[in-house]
């Protein structure tokens, strides 16, 4: 970025937010413009942006605005993005301050893009922890971690790439129960235009290994396909997610077809704008869903 800087609108436009929330974000949390142009109007230099993205990001990831800013104002932001410098560029360390050795060794492994290693520690902790304790403590911190790495450093989204992809390999191959339990299918979703899937998969292969049978959509369901998915199978349940705040559009929940008996609608991530319908309910965490899947099953969930 050359020159005086960015406006405001322009810096708006790039983030996808409102000039206002700009302005309240440089009021309330000193996260503003840093330089002037000639007639004294405030402009975002380069640096500015970076840690307007990083705090946009959080916030979409679910961060409270102010802590948000805090992290936000407290990464070095590099005045023009860097060039790859060979295979060690930028370091290998993600930022895992409570992780296991297992996650460590996790995410040294995908940083060094090293697939073997990586499908054999994420086959490994599934197999040992149980798809629940193994997501939650091993494969989510190590997928956060390289999206904070890359938030703050412009880093690593191939790694993130390549983790995500080999991570669902791993789901896809435990997401048939060997009995299931439920005669009526379990229906999960992305929102429209929800293009985050991994947690569909990770929700799949935990309900497989509790008998639990679902049938996984993917991503980016447009509202009349979930619709027309929901008539065609008649579901017990469908459960939606909503990773960026955009796909959070909670109209698309209350247009669902009710069904007979009534359909169960669960909700899941941090893209979702509250209040939410009133028949719908929301679940924080992976632990959670599959509980309220059973729960609407009328099954009791395997100690």
């Not at 009349?224 to 559009?249: C, H, N, Y």
Request: proline share 8%; charged share 20%.
């Amino acid at each position: 970025m050359e020159g005086p800087g960015l406006s405001v609108g322009a810096v708006a436009r790039r983030l996808g937010v409102s000039a206002s929330t700009l302005r309240t974000w440089d009021r309330r949390y000193g996260i503003g413009p840093s330089r002037r142009s000639e007639g004294s109007h405030r402009r975002y230099s380069a640096e500015d942006v970076t840690r307007l993205e990083v705090m946009n990001r959080l916030i979409l990831e679910g961060a409270p605005p102010g802590e948000a800013a805090r992290v936000a104002l407290g990464v070095p932001a590099p005045a023009a993005p860097r060039k790859p410098r060979g295979h060690g560029a930028g370091g290998r360390r993600v930022p895992l301050p409570d992780g296991s050795a297992r996650t460590r060794g996790l995410a040294r492994a995908a940083m060094a893009m090293n697939g073997p290693a990586v499908l054999a520690t994420v086959r490994e902790a599934l197999a040992e922890d149980g798809v629940v304790a193994a997501w939650q403590g091993v494969l989510a911190p190590v997928l956060r971690g390289i999206g904070e790495r890359y938030a703050a450093t412009g880093e690593a989204v191939e790694v993130e790439h390549f983790l995500s992809a080999l991570t669902l390999a791993c789901l896809a191959e435990r997401a048939e129960p060997v009995d299931a339990a439920n005669v009526r299918p379990v229906l999960l979703a992305c929102a429209p235009e929800e293009q985050h899937s991994l947690p569909l998969y990770a929700l799949a292969a935990a309900l497989a290994e509790t008998g639990v049978a679902a049938r996984n959509l993917g991503m980016r369901v447009p509202e009349k396909a979930l619709g027309d998915a929901i008539e065609r199978t008649g579901p017990s349940v469908v459960f939606v997610w909503s990773q960026m705040r955009f796909t959070g559009d909670t109209g698309v929940l209350e247009r669902l077809p009710v069904g007979r008996p009534p359909l169960r609608v669960l909700v899941g991530g941090p893209g979702w704008r509250l209040p939410l319908p009133e028949r719908v309910r929301y679940v924080g965490t992976l632990g959670e869903a599959v509980e309220a899947v059973h729960e609407s099953l009328g099954l009791v969930q395997p100690a």
